[in-house]
């Protein structure tokens, strides 16, 4: 007597899907990822040489505002009415950047207002230095 085999069951997954799957996950994480540059983030110690330190006529124009109003222009301080013609004094003989120190509780129409002055006399390089 001969028996029929019967055909067993196939419980095996099919991987081709998955594989599918993955890779366009692997993709779309790829393509969405922010890509970082590593070379602002690295905390570096480089080391000095005399040839490396700035001259006096390469450093920035500095203007501090305090609290009460009152105008440094490097170190000096100025009245707001004088500020303007002493920036064109200093825009012509040095360099066109300027760093804006100004007290966190100042305004912020009046460091604008400064900021537009260090654009009519064409310095365009402004920094905001922050703690």
Avoid: C, W
Avoid at 57 to 63: A, D, E
Avoid at 92 to 118: F, Q
């Amino acid at each position: 007597m001969r028996f029929r085999v019967e055909d067993e069951e196939n419980f095996s997954v099919d991987l081709t899907p998955l594989i599918d799957v993955v890779f366009l996950l692997l993709i779309f994480f790829m393509v969405s990822t922010v890509f970082v540059d590593f070379k602002k983030q690295m905390d570096i110690s480089l080391p000095s040489s005399k040839s490396s330190i700035l001259s006096e006529v390469l450093k920035p124009v500095t203007v501090e505002l305090t609290i009460d109003k009152q105008v440094f222009l490097n170190g000096e301080k100025i009245h707001i009415s004088e500020f303007e013609s002493a920036l064109s004094k200093i825009a012509k003989s040095e360099t066109k950047e300027a760093i804006i120190r100004a007290d966190k509780n100042l305004p912020y129409g009046d460091v604008i207002k400064v900021m537009g002055m260090l654009q009519n006399a064409q310095i365009l390089n402004i920094g905001v230095a922050v703690k």
